[in-house]
Structures are given as C-alpha cells and as structure tokens.
T-cell receptor, first 112, second 118 residues
C-alpha cells in the first residue's frame, strides 16, 4: 500500500526566501506525481505534474523534481511571497490502481 | 488547467435529511470522477471512484447506501449524503479525469463543499 509523507508539516519563512518542500513515497511504481496548493476552505489547485519518466517540471517560480528510485520529490519555491501562503500537497498516482495517494501536506506561511 | 465546478460550496442541513453535491467538468469530458473527504490535518481520503454510466466503486469502510454516487454523463457526477448525521460533517472534494488518452493524466479538483449537519 502506497504511503506518502510530507516534511515539514509546517514552515514559516520571511518574504523573499527560497524554500524546499519534501515529499516521499514508499512504492516507486507510480505513473506520476502531482503537487497541489490548497487555500483554507478551498479545493485543490494543480501546480505541477511530473510523469514517472521525467526528472523535473518548472512553472514560474516553482520547480518540482522527482527521483523515483529513492521515492522522493521536492517542490522548490523561489523568492517566496506572502501570497504563496497555503497548504501544499503532493500526491502519487498509483501504477496498479490509478488512484492518487496524498500526503498530509505542508502548511506554508510567508511573512511580509 | 481544466475547470471542475463543485456546488454548493457550503451547506448546512438538519440531521436526518439528505444533501446532494454536484461536480461538473466544465471544459473537458470526465470519464472518471473521484470523491474525497478531508479531515482536519489529515490526508484526503478517497471515498469512491465513478466511471460514466457505471456503478461507483467504493473504498473499504465507506457505506455505499449512505453516500450515493451517480455519474450519468461525462460532465456531471453527484454525491448524495443520505440521512445525514453530525458525524458526516466534513469537507468533500471531487476530482475529474479523462482517461481515454492516457492513464497518467492530470487530476483536476473542484472547490470543495463544506457540509455541516446540525
């Protein structure tokens, strides 16, 4: 059974800082890994999708990497802004059942 | 990205009544829709998977008679919480995917529905 872990559970940084969010998964047989953003009381917004054959994806100030062999993914946020404050979730799409398994998320607070 | 619309965003109902939540894919056809429940400080919990025109597949521990799911078209799925009780109060989120081209497509989510049963 796939298990996804996100570290840290919460992170508070000053504005302008670069930061890294970590995601690990136990079963490397995945189709893809997806990073989401969730604002309080809202749904999930897809940020980046990395296919199993890819090593990284970039969108603006966000860069996500994937190392299947070690079961790890990272989300790098450059020059953080207060508007980046949210919960960030990673989810692995299972190779056998096509279901997304989510981590518990990292609550990010960017202080002005 | 594609748009998934979920309605209502908030609902308060009396214990014993039923509540219907709609999930629509606005600009793509969703062969498969997923319904999740989110508890505070916990991962999203998959409740069921529905394919258009088929009966939903429920995860272990989810009562199919309590959480009725219908996926009658490629753009609409509904979740009905029947005979709601306070313990059903939660945040429910739907997700839609089009698996016709690939199994590895991006998942898009609705805005979520906060259900409060009083």
């Amino acid at each position: 059974k796939q298990e996804v872990t996100q570290i840290p559970a919460a992170l508070s940084v000053p504005e302008g800082e670069n930061l890294v969010l970590n995601c690990s998964f136990t079963d490397s047989a995945i189709y893809n890994l997806q990073w989401f953003r969730q604002d309080p009381g809202k749904g999930l917004t897809s940020l980046l999708l990395i296919q199993s054959s890819q090593r990284e994806q970039t969108s603006g100030r966000l860069n996500a990497s994937l190392d299947k062999s070690s079961g790890r993914s990272t989300l790098y946020i450059a020059a953080s802004q207060p508007g980046d404050s949210a919960t960030y979730l990673c989810a692995a799409l299972g190779g056998s059942n096509y279901k997304l398994t989510f981590g518990k998320g990292t609550l990010l607070t960017v202080n002005p | 990205g594609a748009v998934v619309s979920q309605h209502p965003s908030r609902v308060i109902c009396k214990s014993g009544t039923s509540v219907k939540i709609e999930c629509r894919s606005l600009d793509f056809q969703a062969t498969t829709m997923f319904w999740y429940r989110q508890f505070p400080k916990k991962s999203l919990m998959l409740m069921a998977t529905s394919n258009e025109g088929s009966k939903a597949t429920y995860e272990q521990g989810v009562e199919k008679d309590k959480f009725l799911i219908n996926h009658a078209s490629l753009t609409l799925s509904t979740l009905t919480v029947t005979s709601a009780h306070p313990e059903d109060s939660s945040f429910y989120i739907c997700s839609a995917r089009d698996f016709r081209q690939s199994r590895s497509t991006e998942a898009f989510f609705g805005q979520g529905t906060r259900l409060t049963v009083v």
